[in-house]
Structures are given as C-alpha cells and as structure tokens.
C-alpha cells in the first residue's frame, strides 16, 4: 500500500480558496486517489476520486500531476463549515487483497 | 432510505465481557470495513471484508473477530473486552475496494 504524506493541519478565512496537497511517492500503477472529509462526532464522507490530470465535482477539484506522486485537493471559497479533518487515500479498486487504510489526516480550521 | 446501520449508538461494557457491534448495509456493497477511531486521531482498519464469505485482518485485528455470512452483515465481536478498546467504532461499506465508502454513525463504546 502507497503511504501518504499530508499536513497536520491548515488553517484558512472564509471566502478564501484552500489546496492540501498530498503526497504518495510510491504510488502503484492501478492506484486511485481518494479524499473523505470528517466531521466531529460522524464518520468520514466522501469527497473525490482520480486517476490522473484532474476531477472535479460541485464540493472540490482534484489536481493529479503527470508522475502521481503527489495530488491537491482544492476547496473553493471554503465557508466555517467545511471545517474537518480531511483524509487522502490511495489504493487500488479492484485488488482482491485491498483495503481502505486512513492516514492521520488534515484538520483544517476556518476562521471568519 | 438505503444506507449503512450501525448498533447500539453507545455502550458501556465491563472489562471481560463480551460484545458484538452490528453493522447493516442495504447498498448490497460487496466490501465492508470496521474502524476504530480514538479521541483526536485518525481510524485504523481492525477487519474488512471484500466480498461475503470473506474477511481479512486490519492494521489493529488483536482482540477482534468478524464474520461476513452474507452481503448485508458484517458483525465485529470483542470477545473479552479491555479498557484499551474503549473507542468510537465505524462501519463502512464500498462497491469495490477503494471505491467511494459510505460510513455508519458510529459506536461509542467505553469498556470500564
């Protein structure tokens, strides 16, 4: 399993666009990249997934470099209540041995 | 409304005794996941199952047995608890391994 490397914690103002990078240097071939977001109190949510270049959805884009060694998940015009911990992921869909492992995370913090 | 169940939402539990957390999902998600999360940190896989019929050890399966007899039910058994499993509990379950998860409620346990 790729290991993945990110910030203990970020700290950002409201209206302001927010990038966590990521980093997985031994990230495998067939390996997705996926970012949860946790809330005190609830389990994690989904946020994104990509392989490659770059996804977006209507919460965040995910930019993924040529060599995938490393991905940003950007948060735009983040509010208080995009505040939580945000875990990114990387793995492999269809391994039969695979298995969802969290890091410790990135807590980020909004202020007004 | 289809989802993923987790039960009791709390326990207390005496040191020795034994308790079974329970998890059901109506997704008819092949993989499912159980997790223990500590106050401030990040979760750590205990057992996971990628299909029904299997299972497969975690980063932390010590004093934790799972069973998966069919696709809705994936049970996790403390067979004699300690204090160190004092802890909030999550459940998952994903199409595929690494796919987007969907996450339970969570249990709270505390083992006295």
């Known amino acids: 399993l790729a290991k993945t490397t990110q910030p203990i914690s970020m700290d950002s103002y409201e209206g302001q666009e927010v990038n966590i990078t990521c980093s997985h240097n031994?990230?495998?071939?067939?390996?997705?990249i996926t970012w949860y977001q946790q809330f005190p109190s609830q389990g994690p949510r989904f946020i994104i997934q990509g392989y490659k270049t770059k996804v977006t959805n209507e919460v965040a884009s995910l930019f993924i470099p040529a060599d995938r060694k490393s991905s940003t998940l950007s948060l735009p015009r983040v509010s208080l209540s995009d505040t939580a911990v945000y875990y990114c992921l990387v793995g492999d869909a269809y391994s039969s041995a695979s298995k969802i492992i969290f890091g410790s995370g990135t807590r980020l913090s909004i202020r007004p | 409304i289809a989802g993923i169940t987790q039960a009791p939402t709390s326990q207390i539990l005496a040191a020795g005794r034994r308790m079974t957390l329970r998890c059901t999902q109506d997704?008819?998600?092949?993989?499912m996941y159980w997790y223990r999360q500590d106050l401030g940190l990040g979760l750590r896989l205990i057992h996971y199952?990628?299909?029904?019929?299997?299972?497969g050890k975690g980063e932390v399966p010590d004093g934790y047995s799972v069973s998966r007899a069919n696709t809705d039910d994936f049970p996790l058994t403390l067979a004699s608890a300690v204090p160190s499993q004092t802890s909030v509990y999550f459940c998952?379950?994903?199409?595929?391994?690494?796919?987007?998860?969907?996450f339970g409620q969570g249990t709270r346990l505390t083992v006295v």
């Open positions: 998952a379950s994903s199409m595929q391994t690494n796919t987007e998860a969907f």
């Open positions: 199952s990628n299909t029904a019929g299997t299972t």
């Open positions: 031994n990230i495998a071939t067939n390996d997705y």
């Open positions: 997704m008819r998600h092949n993989a």
